[in-house]
């Protein structure tokens, strides 16, 4: 499909939401409005995959925000995170200015998050603080993006309920940012293009980045796991990765610019380079590459635990500035609910391959995501989750109840554990994460570390803060001065989730 059939199918304007009542819109919707759709976002078809280097916005929207505020919230996971990012350059390249100030902004976007159920919730909650706002000035537009707005029940809600909303768009149309900014400011009609299959890769697109010491690098889309209780599939469209050159100068890019740290991302990067045509290249050989660039740090995030292959343990074995820290999300610790998850992978060869990193990373620390109450989890499958945690000795967990999500597999099926219950399950395997943590941590107690000074403590300005290389948060007092810097800190005080620590003078990286 080309960017035209594409607008076409999914580009609907809606009445003037000034004129029409509800039912109006209702009777408008049955004849004329195509929602996106989670069916068509299941799809996966074999067409070729371009890459764009032409991004451009268009001369004469270069002032559309001139004198003008835009203010971008963002909901759920790093990759939105970074699409803000990419959303914050193209709004400054239309001449917006950013601001924290939500009275201020003559834009604001909620970039948002489809995971559970709450993350949505929280994205309504914000629509109703926000109508008030809009109705004392009806020139402020305000936006919907992210992976919710991927979601037919969620832009129907939308349209039926908060039709003070200007503008909906999608993940796959981010680059249309320019134009639809356009249509929202001059036009009187909601403006929505929710492209349900992905499109193609745009490399060139402007970027504000939050930091300069840490950035994001995106090294491919998508996921083609489908994991039965998961809807990124459907939000983030099929795997897709960006070319290794590409990948190779953003990061030598970032060196240059003196950022200390790179975090790879992508929503299963153990899959990158499985869709590149004619080349046989995949995360290891990637690594290797960017372990020769003179970086100090090189994270990244998720991996899947089916795709995490021998190359690139091999490469990680390397060190250097290869980080030892793995997150290797695991969901379930029993083999029938991995197996209705749709992991395909069993606690055995999960154990096997945390052994395997160790052999090569004796140092790596661990972190994991666990999901209790999957539909008809019996005590004994939870358990089998808490003698995993105990047996692997996570470093911490990010741990979630199950939350159904239309559209996927998981929510079809039939659930009879009481939500009491996963309640308890949930408690009971944070007391057990805490404790470990607590444990892990404890370790350092004496021990030297060195730590990327992020900046000031967001509990206490006196105090700076950063993280070691196992991703450990460290808390210490030193000048302002090591902001940015690599510095070697003496760990004083262990805690659950940081570690408080005596900073070693003239122990600072100088910067190149
Ligand atoms: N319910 C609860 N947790 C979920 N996750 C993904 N989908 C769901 C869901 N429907 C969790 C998984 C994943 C993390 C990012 O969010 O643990 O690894
Ligand atoms: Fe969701 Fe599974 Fe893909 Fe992770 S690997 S994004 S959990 S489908």
Known sequence: MNEEQRLQSSQIQSPKKTEKTTEDFAKYFQTTYQPPSLKDAKKRGKENVNVHYDFEI????????????????????????????????I????????????????????????????????????LGHLKPLKMENPNLIIGVCGCMSQEESVVNRIMQKHQFVDLIFGTHNIHRLPQLMEQAVFGKEMVMEVWS??????????????????????????????????????????ERSRLPEDIIQEVRHLAAKGYKEVTLLGQNVNAYGKDLEGIEYGLGDLMNEIHKIDIPRVRFTTSHPRDFDDRLIEVLGQGG????????????????????????????????LVKKIKT????????????????????????????????VEFDSAYTFIYSQRDGTPAAKMKDNVPMEVKKERLQRLNALVNDTAAKKNAAYEGEIVEVLVEGESKKNPDVLSGYTSRNKVVNFRAPKSLIGELVQV?????????????????????NA
């Open 197 to 238: 299959k992905e499109g193609d890769i745009i490399e060139n697109l402007p970027r504000t980045r939050k930091g300069e010491i840490k950035a994001w690098v995106n090294i491919m889309y998508g996921c083609d796991k489908f994991c039965t209780y998961c809807i990124v599939p459907y939000t983030r469209g099929k």
């Open 490 to 510: 003496k760990v004083t005080k262990a805690k659950t989730w940081s570690l408080d620590g005596e900073y070693i003078e003239n122990t600072a990286e100088v």
């Open 58 to 89: 268009p001369e004469n929207i270069k002032n559309l925000g001139q004198d003008k505020k835009y203010l971008i919230r963002t909901y759920g996971c790093q990759m939105n995170e970074h699409d803000t990012e990419i959303m914050a350059g």
């Open 360 to 391: 090569a990373m004796p140092d790596a620390t661990f972190t994991t995501d666990i999901i209790v109450g999957f539909p008809n989890e019996t005590d004994e499958q939870f358990e089998e989750t808490m003698s995993l945690v105990r047996e």
């Open 321 to 352: 500035n290869l980080l030892d820290h793995i997150h290797l999300p695991v969901q379930s610790g029993s083999n029938d609910v991995l197996k209705l998850m749709n992991r395909r992978y069993t606690r055995e060869t999960y154990l096997e």
């Open 91 to 126: 709004y400054e390249g239309m001449g917006f200015e950013a601001t924290t100030v939500v009275e201020e902004a003559d834009v604001i976007l909620l970039n948002t998050c489809a995971i559970r159920e709450n993350a949505e919730n929280k994205v309504f909650g914000e």
